[in-house]
């Protein structure tokens, strides 16, 4: 598994003369993110139209990405998440690289696709609480975050 993901890597992220997390960073942290995301909207075992535009939407906003490179990455993200064993790696990268208000940001962005479909499966609710794990996410801001995505579908 872990020469798969080295592999991965080394085939799509452009090497660079120094390491720094600015510079390779952002890549592995994108697709660890999309990756989550597509792992969350195939919960219900329906991906929808809805929850792929928002995807999309929501790596072009947050990453500054165009609509090609939000595609792009969401293909890469998905071959990952096909390849991987468990979330693990791509929460433990998010929480080693990320601080508490932008996994936060990630939360709500990751509830925003839950309701994207207008509705709640079990599955996905399971799957929310477990990433909430994962990232070391304190729970009365994790219900704050799902308060607002719902608010936002008019969901109660």
């Not at 219900?44 to 809805?50: C, N």
């Not at 609509?67 to 929460?91: K, N, S």
């Not at 704050?144 to 008019?154: L, M, T």
């Amino acid at each position: 598994m872990l020469q798969s993901i080295r592999s991965f890597f080394a085939k799509n992220v452009q090497p660079v003369e120094e390491p720094s997390i600015e510079k390779t960073g952002p890549d592995r942290i994108q697709v660890a993110a999309c990756a989550l995301m597509l792992e969350l909207a195939h919960a219900d075992q329906e991906f929808t139209d809805e929850e792929q535009d928002h995807i999309q939407e929501a790596l072009m906003r947050h990453f500054a990405l165009p609509a090609e490179t939000a595609r792009e990455l969401m293909a890469l993200a998905d071959e990952e998440r096909r390849q991987a064993v468990d979330l693990f790696q791509f929460t433990s990268l998010i929480t080693e690289h990320y601080d508490e208000g932008q996994r936060m940001v990630l939360a709500e962005v990751l509830w925003r696709l839950v309701y994207s479909d207008g509705r709640l499966a079990r599955h996905e609710d399971y799957l929310m609480r477990k990433l909430a794990n994962l990232l070391e996410l304190k729970a009365g801001y994790l219900a704050a975050a799902r308060k607002r995505a719902a608010a936002e579908y008019n969901i109660d």
